[in-house]
C-alpha cells in the first residue's frame, strides 16, 4: 500500500547498507593509510587482493554492481516487471529481503523465478573477494575457499532436515531449499510464512541465523569462518588431551596458522553475541512471550534476517520494539562498535583531551 517512491527507497536502503555505504566511504571521503583498511577489513576482511585499500574497495564494488545488474535481468527474463526486478534485486544482492508485497516472495508463482531468488540469495551471502578469485584464477580457486563449501554443504544439509519436517511432500522441496537459504544467508524473505511451520523447524531455523553467510558478503550473523575457526579450536582442545604437554598444534584456517589473539576475539565476539540474544530473550520472556518465538524474533534481529514467527508486529509493545531495533542495529556493525559507543572510558578519554 506505499507509495512507489518508498518502496524504492526500502530497497535501495538496503542495497546501499548491504555494501554500498563502506564501499563508497573509502572510495570517495576516505585517503589511502591504517584507518581506510580499518573500515574495509571491518566489512570484507583482511584480504587485500591488489595491494591497495581504494583498488580493493573499487573491485568489490564492481562485484556488487555486475552482481545487481545480472539479478535484474534474471527476474525480468523470469517475468518480473521491470520495477518489482528492480527492488527485489536490491534486496536480495544485499541480502536484506524487502518485499513490496505483505506474502513476501511467495507473492510470485513459478519454481524458476523462486530459484532465481536462491542464487542471488546465495551469491549475495558469497564474500565478493571470491569473486575476483573466480575471474582471475577459476572455479577451482573459487571453491577451494572453505567458507563458500561449508555455506554449500549447509544448505544442502538443512534444506534435507526441513523437507523431512514438512513431511516428504515433493511440493515441499522447494520451500525446504528456499528457507535454508534464506535463513542462512540471512535475506528474510519466504514462500511460506514462518508462524504457519512446523516448530521442530525453528531451532535449526534459528541456528542458521546466527551463523550466516561468508565474511566480506552482506549476509549477517557470526559469520561461516567464524564457526569454521570454533570447530577448529574444540578438535584442537580433543587432540591437545591426547598429546603429550610438549607437543606444539597450532590451530589452522586454510593453511594459515590463528594466533591466540585472534582465537581471543572470535570466542569473545561469539559470546558477545550470544549474551545479547540471551539478554534480548528474557526482555520478552518477563514480558510474557513464549520462549522459542522469543528466540527467533531476538535471533532474526540480531542476525539482519527479518523472518518473524509471527511476535513481530504493529501491535508488538513499545519495549520490545526498542529491543528488537537495538538488536538489528548492533547486528549490523558486529555488536563491539556499538560497545566502544557506550563505553564510558571512550567519553572520559575524549573530554580529556579537549
Not at 545488474?69 to 527474463?77: H, N, P
Not at 514462518?194 to 523447524?201: C, H, L, V, Y
Not at 525453528?202 to 557470526?222: D, K, N, P, Q, R
Not at 509471527?310 to 538489528?328: F, H, N, Q, R, Y
Request: hydrophobic share 55%; aromatic share 16%; proline share 3%.
Amino acid at each position: 500500500n506505499l507509495p512507489k517512491t518508498l518502496l524504492f527507497f526500502r530497497s535501495y536502503s538496503q542495497w546501499l547498507g548491504g555494501a554500498g555505504i563502506v564501499i563508497m566511504s573509502l572510495i570517495i571521503l576516505i585517503g589511502p593509510g591504517r584507518n581506510a583498511f580499518r573500515l574495509y577489513a571491518s566489512e570484507f576482511g583482511e584480504e587485500n587482493l591488489v595491494g591497495d585499500v581504494k583498488a580493493t574497495a573499487r573491485i568489490v564494488f564492481q562485484v556488487y554492481l555486475v552482481l545487481t545488474i545480472v539479478g535484474f535481468g534474471a527476474f525480468i527474463a523470469a517475468g518480473m516487471g521491470a520495477f518489482d526486478a528492480m527492488l527485489y534485486v536490491m534486496s536480495t544482492i544485499s541480502t536484506g529481503g524487502f518485499s513490496p508485497y505483505a506474502q513476501s516472495a511467495g507473492y510470485y508463482s513459478g519454481t524458476i523465478l523462486h530459484l532465481l531468488v536462491v542464487l542471488f540469495m546465495i551469491s549475495g551471502a558469497i564474500g565478493f573477494p571470491a569473486y575476483y578469485l573466480l575471474r582471475h584464477e577459476g572455479f577451482k580457486q573459487f571453491f577451494s575457499d572453505l567458507q563458500i563449501r561449508y555455506l554449500f554443504v549447509i544448505i544442502a544439509v538443512t534444506t534435507i532436515i526441513y523437507f523431512g519436517a514438512w513431511g516428504w511432500r515433493g511440493k515441499m522441496l522447494l520451500p525446504s531449499l528456499f528457507h535454508a537459504t534464506t535463513a542462512i544467508t540471512t535475506t528474510g524473505f519466504s514462500l511460506v510464512q514462518p508462524a504457519t511451520w512446523p516448530k521442530s523447524i525453528y531451532l535449526i531455523t534459528i541456528f542458521l541465523m546466527i551463523l550466516g553467510g561468508s565474511a566480506g558478503s552482506t549476509a549477517g550473523g557470526i559469520k561461516i569462518f567464524r564457526f569454521i575457526i570454533v570447530i577448529r579450536v574444540v578438535r584442537w582442545l580433543v587432540e591437545r588431551a591426547l598429546l603429550p604437554e610438549e607437543a606444539k598444534i597450532p590451530v589452522k584456517y586454510e593453511g594459515r596458522v590463528i594466533s591466540n589473539r585472534e582465537v581471543q576475539q572470535i570466542f569473545s565476539f561469539l559470546i558477545l553475541y550470544l549474551f545479547l540474544i540471551f539478554l534480548s530473550v528474557l526482555f520478552f520472556v518477563f514480558a510474557g512471550y513464549d520462549i522459542t518465538n522469543a528466540f527467533f524474533e531476538c535471533s532474526s534481529a540480531l542476525g539482519t534476517v527479518g523472518l518473524s514467527s509471527g511476535l513481530t508486529e504493529a501491535s508488538l509493545p513499545w519495549l520490545m520494539k526498542v529491543v528488537l531495533i537495538i538488536d538489528m542495529w548492533a547486528g549490523r556493525l558486529e555488536i563491539l562498535p556499538v560497545l566502544v559507543v557506550f563505553y564510558p572510558a571512550v567519553w572520559i578519554a575524549k573530554r580529556s583531551k579537549t
